[in-house]
T-cell receptor, first 115, second 116 residues
């Protein structure tokens, strides 16, 4: 398994500001992902964080709004830029471990409220 | 594309009642199937999994059987407790083609409330 921590666990931010969320894994993993979970909704994949190169974004998400860094195999950051109330969500980091099948482990999430 | 459908919630049960949460999927080949649970204020935790047809995943009294013929992975528990109140997500991982890069697909989630 993989143990994942996220910082901050929650934050309340003002419209127009940016917040950077950190994700730390206790072991080296190849695949790291960022998800958004809007209130009462399921998970939506934002992007795959690629080590040493630009992240791969899903349809509807762009680098200018959600810049992602992944400097090594155990750490990644997601920035939510120029925030609006519609960005209020839980942001989840996950990693995928391969053991003859792919299994995903999730961090505890960052609960973001934008006023 | 691949998809996962779950029964709509919320589901409200009394303690010790029998639980079934239906999950069906659409995918090519033989995906791996998962149930994740999200307790209030927390992230997702893997509850159980099954990686091939007829496998039964089980954990904490919950069970689900991978049924290829009906493309289903229904979650069951014989006697629920108040502490089982959470949101349950069914998910699939597409059949591995190159070991990595196959995105998970999550269902919409089913909220379960268990009353004492």
């Amino acid at each position: 398994s993989a143990v994942i921590s996220q910082k901050p666990s929650r934050d309340i931010c003002q419209r127009g500001t940016s917040l950077t969320i950190q994700c730390q894994v206790d072991s080296q993993v190849t695949m790291m992902f960022w998800y958004r979970q809007q209130p009462g909704q399921s998970l939506t994949l934002i992007a795959t964080a690629n080590q040493g190169s630009e992240a791969t974004y899903e349809s509807g998400f762009v680098i200018d709004k959600f810049p992602i860094s992944r400097p090594n195999l155990t750490f990644s950051t997601l920035t939510v830029s120029n925030m609006s109330p519609e960005d209020s969500s839980i942001y989840l980091c996950s990693v995928e471990v391969y053991r003859a099948y792919n299994e995903q482990f999730f961090g505890p999430g960052t609960r973001l409220t934008v006023l | 594309g691949d998809s996962v459908t779950q029964m709509e919630g919320p589901v409200t049960l009394s303690e010790e009642a029998f639980l079934t949460i239906n999950c069906t999927y659409t995918a090519t080949g033989y995906p791996s199937l998962f149930w994740y649970v999200q307790y209030p204020g927390e992230g997702l935790q893997l509850l159980l999994k099954a990686t091939k047809a007829d496998d039964k995943g089980s954990n904490k009294g919950f069970e689900a059987t991978y049924r290829k013929e009906t493309t289903s992975f229904h979650l069951e528990k014989g006697s629920v407790q108040v502490s089982d109140s959470a949101v349950y997500f069914c998910a699939l991982s597409p059949q591995i083609l190159d070991n990595y890069g196959q995105n998970f697909v999550f269902g919409p989630g089913t909220r379960l409330s268990v009353l004492p």
